[in-house]
């Protein structure tokens, strides 16, 4: 039932190494050409102020060279605008990131096709480490490699220029990402601990109601509340045999509900608890419908 978001913000983005190719051949490789030619000393000394300005900047360099990343993060620091274009700034980075990664494993041969058990060869250990130094991190998932960005890396280099708001968004993806919730549809926190991240993200939302990306924020919200109350493949809520909520679920249910008065994620715990309640505690297909009108379309 997981529904797994590989979100460039903490919450992890999955990057296809199969990515659609835009434009005519000639195109691609007319814009190559004047990519390959922006001075690098100049780009780094510019003074921009806007987020647009920043943008025109990012589609001056080369995709295809990692050092174009930390020529994006200079720009980023010398900019002379104020704290709300900064966190558009900010968003246009992400987005330069992800296309960057992206380009990277489309044109690295010795990736495509592989399978996260070869992580640990001397050839991959060494990609690792030369993503590492431009804030790339690689990964797998389900057994296949993917790139996300190193959220230390991101507070280390863009913390002082956010805002409060960005700031606390970042603290929490990197303690999420310092501990794989999941992995091969197999939950691997404790169900304590994954409840937890559920009020974590809840009230960041509270707090920072108008947060530029809010959307990112709410799929880490939705996706550890949804994995909550029905589990993954390979960790089921429901008995495989009884097809019966399992016994642990069940009281955590209860004491969500008694440990969160008025929360809105309580008050979905206890609506589905209700449901399960009514068919004694049964799976059926009022399950599914409830999850994409509570979690998702609430």
């Not at 913390?159 to 700031?167: G, H, L, M, T, V």
């Not at 069940?250 to 440990?259: G, L, P, R, T």
Request: proline share 3%.
């Amino acid at each position: 039932m997981l529904r797994v978001f590989y979100l460039f913000f903490p919450l992890l983005i999955l990057i296809s190494c199969n990515l659609n190719k835009k434009g005519s051949i000639k195109d691609n490789n007319q814009k190559d050409r004047e990519q390959e030619s922006v001075d690098p000393g100049k780009i780094v000394h510019l003074k921009i102020s806007s987020a647009d300005e920043y943008g025109q900047v990012l589609e001056m360099l080369n995709k295809k060279d990692l050092k174009s990343i930390d020529l994006a993060i200079k720009v980023f620091r010398n900019s002379k605008a104020d704290s709300l274009s900064m966190d558009s700034m900010f968003v246009a980075f992400n987005d330069f990131l992800s296309m960057m990664a992206g380009t990277y494993l489309e044109n690295k041969d010795s990736l495509q096709g592989r399978k996260g058990i070869d992580i640990s060869d001397e050839e991959t250990k060494q990609i690792k480490e030369k993503l590492s130094a431009y804030g790339l991190l690689l990964s797998t998932a389900e057994g296949d490699f993917y790139l996300e960005p190193d959220n230390d890396y991101l507070v280390q280099n863009f913390s002082d220029k956010i805002s409060p708001a960005y700031n606390e968004f970042l603290q929490i993806a990197v303690s999420d990402q310092k501990e794989k919730f999941a992995d091969d549809a197999t939950i691997l926190i404790p169900i304590d601990s994954l409840a937890k991240r559920i009020r974590v993200w809840e009230d960041f939302m509270e707090k920072f109601p108008s947060f530029i990306s809010s959307g990112k924020a709410l799929d880490f919200y939705s996706q550890y509340l949804e994995t909550y109350l029905t589990g993954t493949d390979n960790t089921k809520a429901f008995d495989p045999v009884s097809n019966k909520l399992k016994d642990n679920l069940k009281k955590s249910f209860e004491n969500y509900i008694a440990q969160n008065p008025g929360r809105k994620s309580a008050l979905i715990v206890k609506d589905y608890y209700d449901l399960l309640k009514s068919t004694g505690f049964q799976y059926s297909e009022k399950v599914d419908s409830f999850i994409l009108e509570k979690v998702y379309n609430n």
